[in-house]
């Protein structure tokens, strides 16, 4: 089967889809043949990347979804799997990120649990609601987005992070009987449109610094790392996260 017909006809659940690494993801498996149901806490920006997307020629739907709340997360799910016979790839991407890479005592408990609530047990709650509808597919897979902050654990969001790794490796071991693998991808420092904008540039020349190789991370870097771990190539690959960084945060 051409590499780009491989997901011909697959169903791909993609939370925080509504714009950065989720659109991406969404635009990359509708263009090789899958139908995308997009999933954001804001349902506009959903709707509106998914309507971008169908316009390019993909099957692409848009839904509000907020990833800590399990009833709406469940209802949701079921009603992809009911109109579409199933599901065959959940990506784990929604997440709070760089407002929350501060210290403890500057969040406070409220913004603590927030993170642990979206980054955390959104992805114990949309794995758990997609088991059903996952099992038994030929290729199911399941991709958490972790970050190489996960190897630091400087704040909340590393740990968070780090626990999403953890959660990978439980859930690759608990839904393996079912013929559904688990993997993740903890990205670098990525230069989307958004990190130009807001990462101070001392900051960025200090991570660019201790990468090992001397170019910025870019959105691709990501989708292809995603479209392996999707793919029947990876087929023996389960359980692990696969960290694109440039080579930053290495360890042994």
Same mark, same amino acid.
């Given at each position: ?37 997009? !999933? ?35 209802? &949701? ?12 790839? %959940? ?28 980054? &955390?047990?959104? &992805?114990?709650?949309?794995? %758990? ?15 958490n987005i972790s970050s190489s902050a996960a190897y630091a654990n400087r704040s909340i969001y590393g740990v968070s992070k780090l626990a999403v790794r953890g959660l990978t490796v439980s859930f690759a071991r608990e839904f393996a009987a079912d ?6 991808? !903890? ?16 900051? /960025? ?28 190539? !990876? ?13 930053? /945060?290495?360890?042994?």
């Amino acid at each position: 089967m051409p590499e780009h017909d491989e997901h011909q006809g697959k169903v791909a659940f993609i939370t925080g889809g509504g714009r950065g690494f989720g659109r991406a993801f969404g635009a990359a498996l509708s263009a090789r043949g899958a139908h995308v149901v997009l !999933a954001d806490i804001d349902g506009a920006a959903a709707e509106a990347a998914a309507a971008e997307l169908t316009a390019a020629g993909g099957s692409v739907t848009g839904v509000a979804c907020d990833v800590a709340d399990e009833v709406a997360v469940e209802a &949701v799910m079921d009603e992809v799997a009911a109109r579409h016979g199933g599901l065959d790839i %959940l990506v784990n991407n929604a997440g709070l990120h760089a407002a929350y890479n501060r210290p403890f005592t500057e969040l406070g408990l409220a913004k603590v649990r927030r993170v642990l609530d979206v980054n &955390v047990m959104g &992805v114990v709650i949309c794995s %758990l609601a997609a088991q059903r509808a996952m099992r038994g597919r030929t290729g199911a897979a399941i991709v958490n987005i972790s970050s190489s902050a996960a190897y630091a654990n400087r704040s909340i969001y590393g740990v968070s992070k780090l626990a999403v790794r953890g959660l990978t490796v439980s859930f690759a071991r608990e839904f393996a009987a079912d013929g559904i693998r688990v993997n993740a991808i !903890a990205p670098g420092l990525i230069f989307t449109d958004t990190v130009r904008a807001q990462l101070p540039e001392a900051e /960025a020349k200090r991570v660019l610094g201790e990468q090992i190789l001397q170019r910025e991370g870019e959105e691709r870097d990501i989708v292809e790392a995603l479209l392996y771990l999707v793919s029947s190539k !990876a087929s023996f690959v389960t359980g692990e996260t696969l960290r694109v960084t440039g080579g930053f /945060a290495l360890s042994v």
